[in-house]
């Protein structure tokens, strides 16, 4: 994928909390986008009440959606990340996921906190636009 991450000298580095700050998407390329993931089981059922397994369980879920069009994890662009009770702790897990994942150039990333997701045990979901050259 010929995407481009910028993280801008006059921004603060975002990569240690696991985001860019843009990306640019050559011209021509197609945008897959990826609704709301969440730590679930192949039945639809969460993994565990464990935020960082939550975590771990939807970035899977994620590259198996990017799968079924044949891309992979680094070929999205950016996420969209949701968080119940939204805390600095929870920063730590979803920083590791993302760096195990992306490295040094991770995808642009918005995390919005939120008061509850689709069921009360869903911890953490993540939208994603990926891209295909």
Do not use: C, K
């Not at 960082?52 to 662009?77: K, S």
Request: cysteine-free.
């Amino acid at each position: 994928m010929s995407l481009t991450i910028v993280n801008p000298a006059g921004l603060h580095d975002p990569v240690a909390r696991g985001y860019s700050h843009t990306a640019v998407v050559p011209a021509g390329a197609e945008l897959i986008l990826i609704a709301g993931q969440y730590g679930s089981t192949p039945a639809g059922e969460v993994v565990s009440a464990d935020f960082a397994e939550q975590v771990r369980q939807t970035f899977h879920n994620i590259g198996v959606a990017l799968a079924a069009h044949g891309l992979e994890l680094g070929d999205v662009v950016q996420l969209r990340t949701y968080v119940v009770n939204h805390d600095v702790g929870r920063l730590g897990p979803i920083a590791a996921a993302v760096g195990e994942i992306w490295g040094s150039t991770p995808p642009t990333q918005t995390l919005i906190g939120v008061a509850a997701l689709a069921t009360p045990d869903v911890l953490f979901e993540v939208e994603a636009v990926a891209v295909r050259t």
